[in-house]
């Protein structure tokens, strides 16, 4: 049957004054609203082995399959990886580096500028968490230090694909070299949900952008950021759990 009859019989059962399209019609929707009694002592043990076969089957996989792929177009891995999801599209000749005990979103995007004159980097740090949906487009070199944490659907941006001319632009020429640059994300840095970052921006240790920033210049170290563009809201005072004992005998002394 065609898309168009099964079209034309819906519409035939909902608005037909017809005593049979009226009963198969009333027959239909008792059919969607049908559900099977579910008690509370057999659904949630259902539940959770259902929970714990897709676990298990998920982990094997991504043990078996998706980590070794991933690992095969790396050129260095350290130890610990976690690829969680899938696969990360990765497009362009771009040198990826991980380092150690880092958690990887399967639907993330690792791209890199193929029109440059070097070769694209993009290097990760070790304990670096990248969120799910992130966009990492590498023009020159981008560098996540130690325990960066970027949030789902973020944005590195290192170069924008077309140039500014429109001319050139419709012609299908690349993006020229001065539209792109490097990004780097010092340790500790942490990027919230839906945050972009523009080329040439170098954030320093310890800040925190805010979910949905568009950062266009570089962050100070320590400082709480948001906006667009992103603007330091205030200072943020950080302190070591390895000086706080001796603070605290200080205090007492």
Known sequence: MSVVSVHHVKQWLKHSQNPLAKRLFHFCLWLRRLEV????????????????????????????????LFKGRLTACGRGL???????????????????????????????????????????GDNVGIGWQT?????????????????????????????????????????????????????????GTGVYIMPGVRIGQGTIVAAGSIVTKSLPPGVLAAGNPAKVLRILIHQSPLTQPDEEKTDAA
């Open 37 to 68: 009694p579910a008690p509370r002592l057999l659904s949630l043990p259902l539940y959770h082995g259902w929970k714990v076969a897709l676990t298990s089957v998920q982990t094997l996989v991504r043990i078996c399959w998706w980590t070794p």
């Open 135 to 191: 966009t990492i487009a590498v023009g020159t070199q981008v560098i996540l230090g130690n325990n960066v944490r970027i949030a789902g659907r973020s944005f590195l941006c290192g170069y924008p694909g077309h140039p500014v001319d429109p001319v050139a632009r419709a012609a299908g020429q690349p993006d020229a070299d001065s539209q792109t640059g490097d990004i780097i994300l010092e340790d500790d840095v942490w990027l």
């Open 82 to 124: 976690n690829l969680y999801g899938g696969l990360p599209f990765i497009s362009g000749p771009l040198k990826i580096t991980v380092g150690h005990r880092c958690r990887i979103s399967g639907h993330t995007t690792f791209s890199g500028r193929a029109h440059g004159t070097c070769q694209p980097e993009l290097r990760v």
